[in-house]
């Protein structure tokens, strides 16, 4: 019985000692979860410092914002005030423009007439002429005939336009000669190979500027009848050259004669370069090239200045060994030249279409294996660009440029088409007119 209470009381004293762990536990977890909140509560109490200082940051701000977009508003006000005052600036600078061109049209208008008059004291000059001819210009010439397109161009372009009475009906470049001809300020004086020596007559001229070739005749009989009469050159490009610079001095424009023969040395030496630079770069060959001017065979010698401008382009014609201008070449002559560029006139369209001109020429016997036919490098010469590779005058620095193109594309980058005119040529970059 001692026993057993012994053992109760044990019991007893350790379940109190375990009660007691237990309290003294709960007790260390509730300090320790009173530090803990309190911990917390002081975290919480600096944010929500932090929080009321981001809140009168954000305030701040606001009001800066508020301070900012007014300077901005200003600002704004500002600047529609100063657009207001460049547009009306921009009226006084254009009236002032429009003053200043008038001036320099005065100015330009008086240094013109004293140009005039120096040049007039400049009179009379001596200039020999193709023909060998000692030519006296007694004075300034004021009605000019042109008889021919090529004359014509280099007259307008160095400036003398205003000179010119008469010219023949072919003669359309500038633009503007035609609108003169169809309004009666420039009279028709028959064709090329048909002058109407009545009507040069009827114009009472002061100088009468003709070719050479089927013109001579004429410019015989005009000189006999007591007309001035000056005969150009035109075998070659440097005769075109002297050309320029002869009528600028008979006309009393040399000066911008000059210009023009600068602006033309100018184009055909870039093209040259380009095309020397390619040659010597890819250690080629000089392009051989057949030129029909005219079906059938028509082409040209060393004689002719389209030769020149094959040879300034870079290649060589096919029959530069023959001294005559002009001649009809054998079928056969061209199959053994073998050229590797073949070009034809169109000659506006009087033998038929592109594809079936080309194919015309490929159909006649052995031409079919010309080397230029093989890699498909015939070309027709169309538009614009006919009347500027087969006239003596000033675009034949277009020509030249034209020609090199398309004897070396790859020294351009350029594709040639079958059919070559101005349209092409713009595409290229290369200008149909000068200055």
Do not use: C
């Not at 536990?25 to 300090?31: E, T």
């Not at 040399?254 to 390619?278: F, G, H």
């Amino acid at each position: 019985m001692k026993a057993e209470i012994m053992a109760a009381i044990g019991i007893a004293l350790i379940a109190l000692i375990v009660g007691g762990v237990a309290l003294y536990m709960l007790y260390a977890q509730n300090v320790e979860l009173r530090r803990l909140i309190y911990m917390q509560s002081a975290t919480l109490g600096s944010l929500s410092s932090n929080v009321s200082r981001i809140r009168e940051g954000v305030k701040n701000v606001s009001e800066g914002l508020n301070k900012f977009s007014s300077k901005v508003s200003t600002l704004n006000k500002k600047v529609q005030d100063l657009e207001a005052v460049l547009n009306n600036l921009r009226g006084e600078l254009a009236i002032l423009k429009g003053n200043i061109s008038y001036l320099k049209k005065d100015i330009n208008e008086s240094i013109d007439s004293l140009t005039s008059l120096i040049e007039a004291s400049r009179y009379p000059l001596s200039i020999t002429d193709a023909l060998g001819r000692s030519v006296t210009i007694s004075h300034r010439p004021e009605r000019i005939i042109s008889t021919a397109p090529a004359i014509t161009e280099i007259l307008f372009l160095i400036g003398a336009e205003k000179q010119v009475v008469g010219v023949d009906q072919f003669s359309n470049y500038p633009p503007v000669v035609q609108q003169l001809k169809q309004n009666g300020s420039l009279k028709i004086v028959g064709g090329f190979s048909t002058i109407n020596v009545e009507a040069i007559l009827k114009l009472k001229p002061d100088l009468v500027i003709m070719t050479t070739g089927v013109q001579l005749k004429y410019a015989k009989e005009l000189t006999d009848m007591g007309l001035t009469v000056y005969v150009v050159k035109t075998g070659s490009v440097s005769d075109i050259f002297e050309d320029i610079l002869a009528l600028g001095l008979i006309t009393g424009h040399q000066n911008k004669a000059a210009k023009v023969v600068q602006e033309m040395s100018t184009i055909i030496l870039d093209a040259r370069e380009k095309v020397i630079n390619y040659i010597n770069q890819t250690g080629g060959n000089k392009v051989r090239v057949y030129y029909e001017i005219y079906p059938d065979y028509w082409t040209f010698g060393s004689g002719s200045f389209i030769n020149d401008l094959i040879e300034l382009a870079g290649g060589i014609n096919i029959f530069s060994n023959v001294t005559r201008p002009y001649f009809i070449a054998s079928p056969e002559s061209v199959v053994k030249a073998d050229p590797e560029v073949i070009l034809v006139n169109y000659n506006y369209g009087q033998f038929g279409k592109p594809n079936k001109l080309l194919q015309r020429l490929k159909n006649r016997p052995g031409w079919g294996n010309i080397t230029a036919f093989k890699y498909g490098r015939a070309y027709i010469i169309s538009g614009e660009l006919e009347d500027i590779i087969d006239r003596p005058g000033p675009r034949v620095a277009i020509a030249i440029d034209a020609l090199a193109h398309i004897l070396y594309p790859k020294a351009f980058g350029v594709i040639v088409p079958e059919v070559i005119n101005e349209s092409v040529l713009e595409s290229w970059g290369i200008p149909a007119s000068l200055g």
